[in-house]
Antibody
Framework: EVQLVESGGGLVKPGGSLRLSCAAS????????MNWVRQAPGTGLEWVSS????????FYADSVKGRFTISRDNARDSLYLQMNSLRAEDTAVYYC?????????????WGQGTLVTVSS | EIVLTQSPATLSLSPGERATLSCRAS??????LAWYQQKPGQAPRLLIY???NRATGIPARFSGSGSGTDFTLTISSLEPEDFAVYYC??????????FGGGTKVEIK
């Protein structure tokens, strides 16, 4: 069974940092592109970042470029999101999501999400 | 950036009725269009990819159609568990991957 479990969310002050993790199981993690998608309270979905299976291709939304860093450790079946210089508008539930095999954009499995709250 | 516009924002229907949801792209996305379902407090679930292909385990009452800029998600006969928010998403031209604003299907 495919499972994605996020952790690392919490309350942080504006300007602070947080590192999210996503532990994957039930599939060959190193074969899939992975993504972070966020959802601010009461709003829709916003794509944040993508990383290819070998980390050779990495992309960010303009809203987080230069502040967030996506990475993965295929030996540990884990995905990460380092978030620096956090702003109030980064408050959201952050989901890690797997891209369907051979694609980068069809997100076929999602974690349950971890809440990040940026507030003083 | 490709903008996806979903309509209507809210659809009020009864169980057993047919639901027709629309997604319009600001430029052609060919068939690189997916649909997701999200229930309160849950993560989104992939329903349809490549405009018309059902994802694993998705019931046949869900179908997708369209290409280019106009797409439709149809639920042939609403079941109680189908009342949720539905999002479309394109992967034709990215970054960024973009999502529509969502359509809420509520019980009439």
């Amino acid at each position: 069974e495919v499972q994605l479990v996020e952790s690392g969310g919490g309350l942080v002050k504006p300007g602070g940092s947080l590192r999210l993790s996503c532990a994957a199981s039930g599939f060959i993690f190193s074969s899939y592109s992975m993504n972070w998608v966020r959802q601010a309270p009461g709003t829709g979905l916003e794509w944040v970042s993508s990383i290819s299976s070998s980390s050779s291709h990495i992309f960010y939304a303009d809203s987080v470029k230069g502040r967030f860093t996506i990475s993965r450790d295929n030996a540990r079946d884990s995905l990460y999101l380092q978030m620096n210089s956090l702003r109030a508008e980064d408050t959201a539930v952050y989901y890690c999501a797997r891209a369907r095999i051979g694609t980068t954009g069809d997100l076929d499995y999602w974690g349950q999400g971890t809440l990040v709250t940026v507030s003083s | 950036e490709i903008v996806l516009t979903q309509s209507p924002a809210t659809l009020s229907l009864s169980p057993g009725e047919r639901a027709t949801l629309s997604c319009r792209a600001s430029q052609s996305v060919n068939s690189y269009l997916a649909w997701y379902q999200q229930k309160p407090g849950q993560a989104p679930r992939l329903l349809i990819y490549d405009a018309s292909n059902r994802a694993t385990g998705i019931p046949a009452r869900f179908s997708g159609s369209g290409s280019g800029t106009d797409f439709t998600l149809t639920i042939s006969s609403l079941e109680p568990e189908d009342f949720a928010v539905y999002y479309c998403q394109q992967s034709s031209s990215w970054p960024p991957l973009t999502f529509g604003g969502g359509t809420k299907v509520e019980i009439k």
